[in-house]
């Protein structure tokens, strides 16, 4: 997803097709759960009376219904669902994450996490516990399906982590910038990776692939690979 469009494939990414989706300027989260039911948010650059807005697929994306969030101003930059029932929605959305029980029918809205910053990234592992990023370094856990959620600290500078990934409950890696780390405590606490190739512009997505397997991609289109579970990237 991206600038007011979604694509879809059904040949694992050797095609891609745009799918009939509500108008938007900027798609910029996209959550499936399986093969037809997902879920996209987009935003209106504050140009318009409802700055966000979240659209609900159960057919692979060919139609769309609308879910109304209780906050209608600023960004949604992602969606994560562990399930038809459970969701979350994080954004520049005044330092509060949203939180469904019911397929977003209704939300619950967390006291402010941290002030007005933005909340970039999500990730549930189950409907207890998950994990955000945001801006400044912002590093997130939680125990209780969202209801609080637990800073991590380690002062390494004002980075945006744009990328998380967890393999379970204890391995996970965040990115952002010039700034690779990792965790084996369930997000507790964080080690800088080690990157040995010279970085090409801002990481922004990692993945896992395997047991040890990680791979972490920049804006300008450079990817690195872990096989050490994260500790050194090349």
Partial sequence: CGAGSVLRTT?????WVPLDVPPVQQYSALHFINALEGWIGGYWYYNEPDA??????????????????????GPVYDIRFTDA???????????RVLRTTDGGANWSVTDPVVGNASLIALQFLDTLHGWMT???????WTDDGGLTWNPAYSDL???????????????GVVCGDTLLMYTSDGGHSWTPAQITAP??????????????????????????R???????FT
């Avoid at 040949?11 to 095609?15: E, P, Q, R, S, V």
């Avoid at 872990?226 to 050194?232: F, P």
């Fill in 11 to 15: 040949d694992g990414g050797a095609t």
């Fill in 52 to 73: 966000n807005a979240i659209y609900h697929t159960t057919d692979g994306g060919l139609s769309w219904d609308t879910i109304p969030l209780p906050i209608t101003e």
């Fill in 85 to 95: 029932l459970h969701g979350w929605v994080a954004g520049q959305l005044n330092g």
């Fill in 134 to 140: 945001g801006t400044g370094d912002q590093r997130y």
């Fill in 157 to 171: 500078g004002s980075n945006i982590l744009w990328g998380l990934a967890f393999r379970d409950a204890l391995h």
């Fill in 199 to 224: 970085l090409v512009g801002s990481l922004r997505t990692v993945v896992w692939t395997g047991a040890e397997e990680l791979w972490c991609a920049t804006a300008q289109g450079q990817v690195l």
């Fill in 226 to 232: 872990s096989t050490d579970a994260g500790l050194t």
